[in-house]
């Protein structure tokens, strides 16, 4: 472990002077939206899907959960 320690100590900092610097281009206002609507197609097309597994799982869900807990109490 202290040999793993000693090669990060030495092989970071060079690294990180490679990056000093390379300009934060992060918070530049580059004109652009980005890609909005296809985030949003995205949202759209999982909460459809969300949807429809739900209409196809929760009667079988509740069949599962009824079953059980009637098992259980002892009405099965």
Request: proline residues 5%.
């Amino acid at each position: 472990m202290r040999i793993f320690v000693k090669l990060l100590g030495r092989w970071a900092p060079a690294r990180l002077e490679v990056f000093r610097d390379v300009p934060d281009n992060r918070f530049r206002d580059r004109g652009d939206r980005g890609d909005v609507p296809g985030w949003v197609m995205v949202t759209v097309m999982t909460a459809a899907l969300v949807v429809a597994l739900m209409a196809v799982a929760v009667p079988q869900l509740r069949d599962v959960f009824t079953n059980a807990i009637d098992s259980v109490v002892g009405n099965g």
